[in-house]
């Protein structure tokens, strides 16, 4: 088991920034990925962004160019520096773990852009 907490979520204009972090506890040898989803009221939860031990990195094409995923594997830990934000990024925003093939959530944490 490995459990996931976010932070660093809230409210911000449209045009600013936000860093979010996640610290990864448990079963924490063996994850593979680590990364982001987040879920809109109303729609799907979609995969922000997801980077690997070895720090390949991939991103949904609405966050490329904004949105930079980084890793501290010492840590545990990941974080998703948001930059150029906009409302339609609005969202809860989930940390994502990947242990072989099983996938790990946490409790997520609200991302809110509005003027």
């Known amino acids: 088991q490995v459990q996931l907490v976010e932070s660093g979520g809230g409210l911000v204009q449209p045009g600013g920034s936000l860093r979010l972090s996640c610290a990864a506890s448990?079963?924490?040898?063996?994850?593979?990925?680590m990364g982001w989803y987040r879920q809109a009221p109303g729609k799907q939860r979609e995969l922000v962004a997801i980077?690997?031990?070895?720090?390949?990195?991939n991103y949904v094409d609405s966050v490329k160019g904004r949105f930079t995923i980084s890793r501290d594997n010492a840590k545990n830990t990941v974080d998703l520096q948001m930059n150029s934000l906009k409302p339609e990024d609005t969202a809860v925003y989930y940390c994502?773990?990947?242990?072989?093939?099983?996938?790990?959530w946490g409790q997520g944490t609200q991302v809110t852009v509005s003027s």
């Open positions: 994502y773990a990947q242990v072989l093939v099983s996938n790990y």
């Open positions: 448990g079963n924490i040898f063996n994850i593979y990925r």
């Open positions: 980077i690997t031990t070895g720090g390949s990195t």
